[in-house]
């Protein structure tokens, strides 16, 4: 190092290869960076803009009117509680199974590679073939109402009811725990297994080292999923969109098939206000969570 001025400042030759090596990632993230660009970043933009005007073509800006009418459209009112309570409620259930069965599959269970093997699957069949396997279930003709009408229990009209949520759930946390499992796995892992044995020795029962341990040095992962499980509660919309259509029972009408349908109406400045408000929200949801896994690392500090 040399020092000029009270500065301490590199070799040149090293600042050379510094700017080299910056210029080559760079170059390999160009193609990246302008796919993300063109297909994201840019069309997201340009949807915000055309929030604020009054049509696409030959609009003049019409300010917040367009939010103003969103909100005071009950469908969207409707569309909206449905998809935020849908994630309240199957995130938490997410977390918890996927947790119960990462604690059960680090264990060593009889048959316990084929059970991972088995919560894998999902993630890689496709959601066609996965929506006409639940449809046969829980159509009125289905295999379920067959044995419940065998059973002498009455036939429950799944996709027609309140019970559309629950199904929706159901396909919901099949589709993703094995995900979730995977992430949890890999963090149970890598926690020593020299804790759990001091833990043992000075009298710590399986609560004390499952709260004073295993959450502990899971905090990081169970972070990553809680956001996942979020993000993938937002996109539970293609399931529901082939088992149920354009217009679902009312308890399972989510944010994505309003913006659908208004897609299909040609009705743009209420789609990408709905899209920003979505965003918005998602937003909050996950700059609140970070916030609050950075003061519980603190407060463990």
Known sequence: MMKKWGIFRAPIGLTRWMRRDAAAAWLFLAPSAAGFATFYLIPYVMGLMYSFMSS?????????????????SSSFRKAAYNTFYFSAVSVPLMLALSLGLALLLNRPIYLRKWLRTSYVLPLVVPVASVIIIWQMMFDWNGALN???????IKRVDWMKTDAARNVILAVYLWKNVGYNVILFLAGLQQIPKDYYETAQIEGAGRFRQFFGITLVYLTTTTFFVVIMSIINSFKVFRETYLMAGDYPHASIYMLQHYMNNM???????????????????????????????????????
């Open 56 to 72: 696409t073509t030959g609009g003049r800006f019409a300010g917040l009117a367009n939010y103003r009418e969103l909100l005071a």
């Open 263 to 301: 897609f299909v109406s040609l009705d743009i400045q209420k789609l990408t206000a709905a899209a920003a408000l979505m965003v918005c929200g998602i937003m909050i949801i996950v700059l609140g969570l970070f916030r609050l896994e950075y003061r519980y690392r603190q407060f463990m500090e």
């Open 146 to 152: 067959y044995v419940l009408s065998w059973s002498g």
